[in-house]
């Protein structure tokens, strides 16, 4: 048993516009923990693959991809977003676009893919303690985490908030476009045969619809308290 397996995991599950990211941000900046956004790395490796030209669904060149991308993430100074650089190119917005969120979706069905970046995900727990976004954080990377939560809203929730989102980053995207992405990507996330999203039996469920931030905070970090 390696040495890192003593730190403190909190693993926050969930789907596509949960509040996953925001959640997970201030929650590690209130513990004074790592933060890890697995859902950049597999963001970050489309993102690469779209800048070669290369076709989403060769499992062979998308392994390869996920093998070589260079990815790193830059603490914000001004309390935004964490930086990320792929390949040594500020990518942070171009993530956030539902174009990144798809190839995302569509790599991680690849079991290849997802096992190429196992090791780069565990490398991230390290003292004090690590807070660990993603999908399959409390079921697959980190099953032995001692806190779990799994975060969901309503899809027209989610897609609501993606929506101001995008919006104020002077995206143009519609409504109802987004809320069928945000379901067609939910039903191929809880579908795909490689760790499905799904809650960990031994996770904290929070139905975050109509809750606000601080609020949906306070319960996740009551549940280290425990």
């Not at 260079?70 to 100074?77: P, W």
Request: aromatic share 4%; glycine share 8%; charged share 25%.
């Amino acid at each position: 048993m390696s040495s890192s397996s003593s730190v403190p995991v909190l693993t926050i599950d969930g789907p596509s516009g949960s509040g996953k990211g925001t959640i997970s941000r201030m929650v590690a900046e209130k513990l004074g923990w790592r933060l890890l956004d697995s859902g950049a790395l597999y963001r970050a490796v489309g993102y690469a693959a779209g800048m070669e030209g290369l076709d989403l669904s060769d499992a062979e060149a998308m392994t390869r991809c996920a093998q070589t991308t260079k990815i790193r993430f830059q603490a914000a100074k001004d309390g935004d977003d964490t930086h990320v650089l792929v390949n040594g190119h500020d990518a942070t917005d171009e993530l956030r676009t539902e174009t990144a969120g798809a190839a995302a979706s569509a790599i991680a069905s690849i079991p290849s893919v997802r096992q190429a970046l196992v090791d780069m995900q565990l490398a991230f727990r390290k003292a004090p303690g690590l807070v660990a976004d993603g999908r399959d954080m409390g079921t697959v990377i980190f099953p032995d985490a001692a806190f779990k939560v799994f975060l969901t809203a309503s899809a027209a929730e989610r897609a609501k908030r993606r929506y101001k989102q995008l919006k104020e980053k002077g995206l143009s995207v519609t409504l109802a476009t987004l809320q069928r992405e945000i379901e067609a990507r939910d039903a191929r996330d809880a579908s795909r045969t490689v760790a499905p999203l799904k809650p960990a039996v031994d996770a904290v469920f929070i139905d975050t619809t109509g809750m606000g931030i601080e609020d949906v905070v306070a319960k996740v970090f009551a549940v280290v308290q425990t």
